[in-house]
T-cell receptor, first 113, second 114 residues
Framework: DAKTTQPPSMDCAEGRAANLPCNHS???????VYWYRQIHSQGPQYIIH???NNETNEMASLIITEDRKSSTLILPHATLRDTAVYYC??????????????FGGGTRLMVKP | EPEVTQTPSHQVTQMGQEVILRCVPI?????FYWYRQILGQKVEFLVS????????KSEIFDDQFSVERPDGSNFTLKIRSTKLEDSAMYFC????????????FGPGTRLTVL
C-alpha cells in the first residue's frame, strides 16, 4: 500500500470547516483513499473513502486531486466532538485485496471553542 | 445501530499468564480482525480471520498469539504467556466483505501486564 504523509497536528475553531490534507504521491491506480478517526483511545471509526471522484457523506467530504497524489478531508462544521486523530490510509480495494489497514501517525485535530 | 463489542474493557494480568480477549463482531459480518495500540503509538494490525481460518497476520502475531471463533458469535484473541510488552489496547474489528467495505472497530480492551 502507498505511503501517506499528514501534518502531525492542526487546530480548528468550532463551527468552522476543518480541512485535513494528506499526501499520497505514490498511489497506484487501484488504490483507494480511506479516512478513519480515533477519538481519545476509542476504536478507530470509519469516515469516508474514494478512488478518484469527490465523495460526500453525512460525516465529511473527501476531495481527491485530479492526479490523485493528494486529498483533503473536510469536516464542514467542526464541533468539539470532532477532536480526534484523523488517519489517511491508502489501500488496494477489491475482493482479492489484502484486508489489513495500515495506520500511520495521523493528524491530531484539536477543535477549539 | 449494530456495533462490535469487546470484553473485558480492562484486563490486568501477571507476566507469564494466559489471557483471552473476547469480541462479538457485527452479526452479518464475515471478516474479523485484531489490532493493537501500545500507549502513544500507532494502531498496528495483528491478524485477519475469514471462514474459520487466518487469512493474514503480521510479524507481531507470533506463536504466543492465537485466534478462534468458538461459536457463531464470539471471536477471541488468546495470548499464551503474556510479556510486559504485550500491554496495549487491543481492538477487534469486523467487516461484511473484504476489500471495499469499511471496518467497524470495537471499543477495545486495555491489557495491562504486570
Amino acid at each position: 500500500d502507498a505511503k501517506t504523509t499528514q501534518p502531525p497536528s492542526m487546530d480548528c475553531a468550532e463551527g468552522r470547516a476543518a480541512n485535513l490534507p494528506c499526501n499520497h504521491s505514490t498511489i497506484s491506480g487501484n488504490e483507494y483513499v480511506y479516512w478513519y478517526r480515533q477519538i481519545h483511545s476509542q476504536g478507530p471509526q470509519y469516515i469516508i473513502h474514494g478512488l478518484k471522484n469527490n465523495e460526500t457523506n453525512e460525516m465529511a467530504s473527501l476531495i481527491i486531486t485530479e492526479d490523485r497524489k493528494s486529498s483533503t478531508l473536510i469536516l464542514p462544521h467542526a464541533t468539539l466532538r470532532d477532536t480526534a486523530v484523523y488517519y489517511c490510509i491508502v489501500r488496494v480495494a477489491g475482493n482479492n485485496a489484502g484486508n489489513m489497514l495500515t495506520f500511520g501517525g495521523g493528524t491530531r485535530l484539536m477543535v477549539k471553542p | 445501530e449494530p456495533e462490535v463489542t469487546q470484553t473485558p474493557s480492562h484486563q490486568v494480568t501477571q507476566m507469564g499468564q494466559e489471557v483471552i480477549l473476547r469480541c462479538v463482531p457485527i452479526s452479518n459480518h464475515l471478516y474479523f480482525y485484531w489490532y493493537r495500540q501500545i500507549l502513544g503509538q500507532k494502531v498496528e494490525f495483528l491478524v485477519s480471520f475469514y471462514n474459520n481460518e487466518i487469512s493474514e497476520k503480521s510479524e507481531i502475531f507470533d506463536d504466543q498469539f492465537s485466534v478462534e471463533r468458538p461459536d457463531g458469535s464470539n471471536f477471541t484473541l488468546k495470548i499464551r504467556s503474556t510479556k510486559l510488552e504485550d500491554s496495549a489496547m487491543y481492538f477487534c474489528a469486523s467487516t461484511e466483505l473484504a476489500g471495499y467495505n469499511e471496518q467497524f472497530f470495537g471499543p477495545g480492551t486495555r491489557l495491562t501486564v504486570l
